[in-house]
């Protein structure tokens, strides 16, 4: 069946960086659009970014354009966010997830289904 694991969270200084990563099984990775998301207390869960199915084509919110990179490994079966330049604000637990229905937005959470069990990503100041 479907499955999504995240890895790789931690605690990070300011400025530092972390490498997320999401193991997938049960479909063929550039099959499907991945995308990444995150959700700090108390507030809605984001799309930060996507990887589209077959093209590649990655997508990012306007919060981590030019800091965070989304790519993947179709061998491993896994996709990647790498994630420089941290700031306080990133502090969140963060989800891969697949895309099943295209709402018109690909960093729309609705969208998305089989989510992971997050991976908690702390930075400090």
């Known amino acids: 069946q479907v499955q999504l694991v995240e890895s790789g969270g931690g605690l990070a200084k300011s400025g530092g960086s972390l490498r997320l990563s999401c193991a997938v099984s049960g479909f063929t990775l550039d099959s499907k659009t991945i995308g990444w998301f995150r959700q700090a207390p108390g507030k809605e869960r984001e799309g930060i970014s996507c990887i589209t199915r077959v093209e590649g084509t990655t997508y990012y919110a306007d919060s981590v354009k030019g800091r965070f990179t989304i790519s993947r490994d179709n061998a491993k079966n896994t996709v990647y966010l790498q994630m420089d330049s941290l700031k306080p604000e990133d502090t969140a637990v963060y989800y891969c997830?697949?895309?099943?229905?295209?709402?018109?937005?690909?960093?729309?959470?609705?969208?998305?289904?089989?989510w992971g069990q997050g991976t908690q990503v702390t930075v400090s100041s």
């Open positions: 997830a697949v895309l099943t229905v295209f709402m018109g937005d690909y960093l729309d959470k609705a969208g998305y289904d089989y």
